[in-house]
């Protein structure tokens, strides 16, 4: 076949009114136009056969992973295949086997085979990894993280085989040529390592999801996940400002995220009051009288002040004999926590199935603080602060009611009625002499 093509190709040059004993060799650049010419007509026809044969075989299926895996990207780069291999396998017919162009032009094609192919497995890659996303397994995982890995990775190895090919020696020695320049090859790509490594333990350990809530105040984060990729994870925060953060930072720093309470239908509430403690004093009759009189109370001073009296008969003490400080007496401090739990356990919008508590803490200079411990019926942010403000609203409206006073430094207003009053006894007593 070679003899042929030469011969016309020499034909074609005398036409031209070229000699082709006197251009040597141009006859063989004649028939690689021609072959090259040839790929590029088969290139086309192979792309166009593709693109519409299969695009309407595609659609005409009903299952949809066969439109994300056969896009137009992929199917163009699929016909891409077809020159450099066809320039390759030809290249012979050209050139004869021992020239120096022959071999030349033959690494160049199988380097464009490798780019060719390269391509083709990017868009492979990100066909599969939007596949993926579409699956409701798979669509709160770090999807661009992944797949900036594996496409990464592919590149890698072409460029590997570019290199090998374009110099000659085997892939292998190529490999253990770039062991010893190893520690420079992991400082230039340091990130990426690092983000390949904690992107696998993020998605492995289920630590990390795109549209979690997470905060590290550390860093200024504190808002939703809107993407995790190789290098970076965006956050978008609550004030709209985006905040990026290496991934290795999840791993090797602490973060908080917020996805548990989300999943768990509540969200706590840890809340105290202060109490004045010189307001504290033991209940008179006229106060559990008063207080029976509540029906959230009602119950509990009875079977508590029964409990008292049977404690106090028993070790010898009757009622309105012994000081306060003899047995035991209820107190208005004791009966106002019994309420707060009573109170707590009938708002509609508490959640009645997760820890509800009221606790008194250390005391200090300030006043006894006095927690209310529970969870909201929603984790939705504006209603939960909707429902704290509902719920402390009226403990600090009922607090008087329980002979109690809440804790509160002077202010401004304070000094200067506090100043009028001694000012207005000072008068007085100037009067009174």
């Known amino acids: 076949m070679q003899p042929l093509l030469k011969q016309w190709a020499d034909v074609l040059l005398s036409r031209l009114g070229l000699d082709p004993a006197r ?68 290249l012979p017919v ?41 699956r409701p397994a798979w669509q709160d995982k770090p999807i661009k993280g992944l797949r900036q890995t594996a496409q990464g990775l592919a590149l890698l190895v072409g460029a590997i085989l570019v290199i090998s090919i374009l110099l000659g020696k085997s892939p292998v020695i190529l490999l253990t040529g770039l062991g010893a320049s190893a ?26 999801k795109v549209g ?3 905060t590290m105040e550390r860093y200024g984060a504190n808002g939703y996940v809107e993407e995790v990729t190789l290098t970076t994870v965006k956050v978008r925060n609550f004030d709209n400002t985006m905040v990026t953060v290496p991934p290795y930072l999840l791993v090797s720093d602490s ?73 035991r007496r209820q107190t208005n401090l004791g009966i106002f926590r019994a309420y707060l739990v009573r109170y707590l356990r009938n708002e509609p919008r508490v959640n009645r199935n997760m820890t509800l508590m009221v606790r008194q803490l250390q005391p200090t200079e300030t006043g006894l603080p006095m927690e209310l411990y529970f969870f909201t019926d929603t984790v939705d942010w504006v209603a939960y602060e909707g429902i704290q403000a509902d719920v402390f609203d009226h403990v600090l409206a009922v607090i ?34």
Request: glycine residues 8%.
């Open 23 to 90: 251009i040597g060799g141009m006859d063989q650049w004649l028939v690689l136009f021609g072959i090259v010419t040839v790929a590029l007509l088969c290139d086309r026809l192979v792309r166009v056969l593709l693109m519409r044969g299969v695009r309407r075989l595609v659609q005409r299926t009903k299952a949809t992973w066969d439109d994300l895996l056969l896009n137009d990207r992929v199917l163009s780069r699929l016909g891409h295949v077809v020159s450099p291999l066809l320039v390759y396998i030809l």
């Open 94 to 134: 050209a050139f004869p086997h021992d020239s120096d162009a022959l071999r030349i032009l033959s690494r160049l094609a199988q380097v464009g085979i490798v780019v060719v192919f390269l391509r083709l497995a990017i868009a492979v890659i990100g066909g599969v990894f939007d596949l993926a996303a579409n």
């Open 183 to 208: 520690a420079v090859l992991m400082l230039v790509f340091k990130d990426s390592i690092l983000g390949f490594v904690s992107g696998i333990q993020l998605s492995a350990n289920d630590m990390l």
């Open 212 to 214: 979690d809530w997470i």
């Open 255 to 327: 973060f908080q995220n917020w996805r548990a309470m989300q999943q768990s239908g509540g969200r706590r509430v840890k809340r105290s009051v202060r109490i004045d403690m010189t307001s504290i004093c033991f209940c008179t009759p006229e106060m559990l009288e008063r207080f029976r009189r509540s029906g959230l109370l009602k119950e509990y001073v009875d079977t508590k002040q029964a409990e008292i009296d049977r404690y106090n008969a028993r070790i010898g003490l009757s009622d309105g004999v012994e000081l306060p400080i003899d047995g």
């Open 400 to 433: 008087p009611e329980f002979g109690l006073r809440v804790f509160q430094n002077p202010a401004g207003a304070d000094l200067q009625m506090l100043g009028g009053a001694a000012a207005q006894a000072l008068r007085d007593s100037d009067g009174g002499a």
